[in-house]
């Protein structure tokens, strides 16, 4: 009798144990998971900052083209009064700086360029400070800007000005991400400068292409 006893006596500490390992055991499964996150709002705030600024990584590009002058006239430079179609190609690198307002950017644009004036070769380096509307992060496709800044010539006519005062008005295509971290762009426009120290001025339009990349 005694030993039915401690018989069941074992038999019901044994069932609470395992009772209450089961309740404490931590819990699995889709509500489990939901309840989980419901109780940590930190997680979401985490993926959705993450997400944002994986966003916003697009707004940090640097494009690099080629461009043509499809038409250009140059007066008073070297002994012609007017020659056409000195302008040739160029190299064109823009890198964006920043944006105002969630309104339009602010870019660094640097460009080598080549001419043929009076049968003789010139080319220079501009430095330009320019603005495009709307903003990068606005991810619209069409933009559209101007820019202006000094141009230093290399390889320049003798008696004419190593100086130039540079300035554009352009349109364009550009296509973020096209390729992982990469896209393109097309743009057209006006090209022109005056030189700074002596008479001559360029007035031309141009058109270029390239690739443009998100860092």
Known sequence: MLLNRCTLLFVFSTLAITASAFANAPKVGRAAAAKYFQQNPSQESTQYTRAVASDYA??????????????????????????????????????????????????LRVSYTEYEPVNSKANKMSFMYAVTFPDASSKFPLYFGAAAGPGVFFTQISNESSLTLDYQLFLGLRIFNLFESAGFYVEGGMKNHLQLTSDGQLNGTYVSAGAIFNF
């Open 58 to 107: 697009t707004d940090r590009y640097l494009a690099l083209g080629l461009s043509l002058y499809t038409k250009s006239d140059s007066y008073q430079w070297g002994p012609v009064n007017k020659e056409e179609d000195v302008g040739k190609w160029g190299i064109d690198v823009t890198y964006r700086l920043g944006s105002h307002a969630d309104l339009m950017d602010y870019a």
